[in-house]
Structures are given as structure tokens and as C-alpha cells.
């Protein structure tokens, strides 16, 4: 299978610009790891907004970048419009008796099944510090924080 790159989704500039309100939000944060974040904000986006959504779950790390899409809002409307539908995004508050283990690689599997790669140092539990972000919310599954209306047909 061809190896797709979801840095794509995005013009430089506009990738640049979300690029930037990560590493706002993260001083400190090296420039090329609120890349890597984004490009798999923008992986997980792409599947979810092309499948419904159903069962997936980004990281606690992959989530900053989501966040970051969602503050560009016209951007992520017209992204989410590309890729077959709008995905809403509900926080929850961390509960690590929440987290599970399987949703998250069921989300890198559907990642991968799709085409794309996934950077696994930023697919870890969200106790796992090994890298930092200023997201503080988790998502569980389907039922609730994340939400796809599909695109109207026209």
C-alpha cells in the first residue's frame, strides 16, 4: 500500500499557522515535534472525518494538535468538509480509569489502515510523560466527545 503523507492536508502556510499556536501553547516545545503532533493530528482527522468516527480516539499528545486544528476554525471547517464530515470535539476531563488501551490501537490501526504511519512516542497512555502538552482532556470512545455529522449532500 502507498504510504500517504497527511502533512498534505494542509498548505506550508497554513500548517505553519497551526504549527505555531501548538508551540503557543507549549513554550518551550521544539518546533519539529509540534510538527510531528500535527501531522498526526491530521492523520487521525482524516480517518475519523472519512469513517465516521466510530471507536476512535486520539492521544492525550495527538490531542494538542487537534486542539490547534479546531482554533483555526474556518480551516478545520473546510478540512473536515474534504474528508467527508464534520468532526466535533467534546472534551472530558482526565479520568485514568477511563483510559483504554484497545481504543487507542484501534485508532492507530485504522490510522494505518488507511495509508498513513503514526509516530508511536506520541501514541502513549496519557500517564506516559514522555512528551509534554497542555491538553488536559481525554476522549474514551464514540459515544460522546467525538461526534461526526456527516456532510449534507448537496
Not at 499556536?21 to 503532533?37: H, Q, V
Not at 491530521?42 to 486544528?69: C, I, K, M, N, T
Request: charged residues 20%.
Amino acid at each position: 500500500m502507498h504510504q500517504l503523507t497527511a502533512r498534505t492536508l494542509l498548505t506550508d502556510a497554513q500548517f505553519n499557522d497551526v504549527r505555531a499556536t501548538i508551540l503557543d501553547n507549549n513554550p518551550g516545545m521544539e518546533p519539529d515535534l509540534a510538527a510531528r503532533i500535527l501531522t498526526d493530528a491530521l492523520a487521525f482527522l482524516a480517518v475519523a472525518a472519512g469513517r465516521g468516527g466510530h471507536g476512535l480516539v486520539p492521544s492525550r499528545v495527538v490531542d494538542e494538535g487537534w486542539h490547534a486544528l479546531i482554533l483555526h476554525t474556518g480551516l478545520y471547517q473546510n478540512l473536515c468538509g474534504r474528508l467527508g464530515g464534520f468532526v466535533h470535539h467534546v472534551p472530558e476531563r482526565p479520568d485514568p480509569g477511563r483510559f483504554s488501551a484497545a481504543a487507542l490501537e484501534r485508532t492507530i490501526g485504522a490510522i494505518e489502515s488507511a495509508g498513513y504511519s503514526v509516530d508511536a512516542d506520541l501514541w502513549r497512555s496519557p500517564e506516559d510523560q514522555l512528551v509534554s502538552v497542555a491538553a488536559s482532556c481525554q476522549h474514551s470512545d464514540d459515544s460522546g466527545p467525538i461526534v461526526i455529522i456527516p456532510k449534507p449532500s448537496s
